[in-house]
């Protein structure tokens, strides 16, 4: 089962920028893996942000956040990275990593279980 943990995630203006990362257990997992970003606010679904393919070649961004975040991978690492920038009230939440073997079950946010998250909590 894939293990994952997730932090960065703090207090941060608005307007300010901050960068989340998630490790990834197994080399044999991450890599074979694509994987995504995921926020929840309280009272609300979790929603997708963004996932990035096993290759890193291809990617998705939920409409309200392109243009200020980016996911990208780091394979000789096992680490997904979100970063994310021109941050408003609007992105507070706990975000979340998780991944599978299947794109596009990632986009459907097809998953057994999830992390602890990292909570990002931006002022106004």
């Known amino acids: 089962q894939i293990q994952l943990g997730e932090s960065g995630g703090r207090l941060v203006p608005a307007g300010g920028s901050l960068t989340l990362s998630c490790v990834v257990s197994?080399?044999?997992?991450?890599?074979?893996?694509?994987m995504g970003w995921f926020r929840q606010t309280p009272g609300k679904d979790r929603d997708l942000v963004a996932a990035?393919?096993?290759?890193?070649?291809?990617?998705y961004y939920r409409e309200s956040v392109k243009g200020r975040f980016t996911i990208s991978r780091d394979n000789a690492k096992n680490t997904v990275y979100l970063q994310m920038s021109d941050l408003t009230a609007e992105d507070t939440g706990v975000y979340y990593c998780?991944?599978?073997?299947?794109?596009?079950?990632?986009?459907?946010?097809?998953?057994?279980?999830w992390g602890q998250g990292t909570q990002v909590t931006v002022s106004s």
């Open positions: 998780n991944g599978a073997p299947d794109y596009f079950a990632v986009l459907k946010m097809q998953f057994d279980s």
């Open positions: 990035i393919n096993w290759g890193g070649d291809t990617a």
């Open positions: 197994g080399p044999q997992i991450f890599i074979s893996y694509s």
